[in-house]
């Protein structure tokens, strides 16, 4: 995310100034300046941060240094100045300016910095077109539906929301577009897959934990709900929390407040938070297996993805996608689809959605063998299941915008590969080189059952 940056003084040349103005004309977005010290400070601004001319007696005073450094926790203060007098620099940064530079650092400084913010509002803006609302594919009147649901809750702050949908339909890209397309785009979207947290460790998990609150507690750790804060979290088949976890989890999103295990004191938490399962409520409620107050709490709005089957229309626009990304992600150039083969795609029920149809068009992409998939290709497909090690190449890993741990990767990896092998254990230790109980160490740590097969 571009970094906003405030300054106060002449910390550069006029003629820096204009190069900067020249090589960043989109500066203005991201840079302001000042001359005055009462313009600070402005709340509406909220720099992360700041350059104060500290050759300037307003800038250098220890009231206005002082309200500067108050403003947020998060502003780094960077002071100019070309006098080497050891104890003002040690009083001023006892005011919170954590470096002091000459003027010409400052302006090296500052090229990177706006440098960066380049580079960032390009991430920016490819993330939004990957993400935007036109990214849903389809063109029933279901899919034009959730399209004009979601730009109206693009410019509403709404606390919560649940997404249903059978497996497959896609309920995660819908978190993505809702969240990249929303007020809180700027800040984390943090995924978490339900069913892959074991029960005692839910609460570290979402939480965090302070050093010693157990054990193997050796370290403070933040929770997943302080790393998504004035973001999104993406609960994933929460339908699977257990009661204990379900009265945890509506305990926060009703006070939103947050402690962290083994702590004594509470913190507000800001936290958009949205829910999604593929299990029946009503069914869920009725057996105790749900909480009723808390599907009132996450069904303030609701978005239901209708299976494939149910919307045919959209199957053309679908294959012609992913047979373009598949086609790319594996140097395959101008590949087609015949009339057969989409009658035959056509007249199938796609039980696994369109989670179901990538994998089908991937398959049929592998096995053509004259730039065009036919309707040989499909059924091969079909028959053929999953695809395995011989036909995939790689492995493709997904990474969010706050990174993954290395042990995710390794499960994620681990997991795919048992898909590719349709979970023939002793074929992927052998594809991994690993052994077969460190592979069971991996699969026991992500909370994954042995035999399961993830469709």
Known sequence: MPEKTAIYGNIVGSEERKKIGHSFPESSEFLSWHADSKSFPNTGEQPSIVFIDLDNPRFAASEFLASLASTGKDVRIIG????????????????GVSE?????????????????????????????????VNSLIGRSPQIAEIRKTINLLSDVDFPSALILGETGTGKSFISKILHNTGLRAKHNLVEVNCSAIPDELFESELFGHVKGAFTDARTEKIGLFEYAEYGTLFLDEVGSLTSSAQAKLLK???????????????????????????????????????????????NLLVIEIPPLRERPEDLEPLINHYLKYYAGLYNIPRIRISNEALESMAKYNWPGNVRELCNVIERAVLLSKSGKIDSEDVQAAFKRGRIGLKDRKRIILEVPDQGLPLSQIEQTVVKQVLDMCNWNKSEAAKFLDISRPRLRRILASAGVEQNRRER
């Open 80 to 95: 100019k100045s070309e006098s080497s007098d050891l104890n003002e620099a040690i009083r001023v940064s006892k005011l």
């Open 100 to 132: 002091i530079l000459t003027q010409g650092e400052c302006f090296d400084r500052l090229c990177k910095i706006l440098e960066d913010n380049k580079e960032d509002a390009r991430e920016d803006e490819s993330r939004t077109s990957k993400f935007g």
């Open 252 to 298: 926060i999103i009703e006070d939103k407040k947050l402690r962290r295990v083994g702590d004594v004191h509470e913190k507000d938490i800001n936290v958009r938070v949205v829910a999604a399962t593929n299990m029946d409520f009503s069914k869920a409620i009725d057996s105790s297996t749900f909480r009723e107050d808390l599907f009132f709490r996450l």
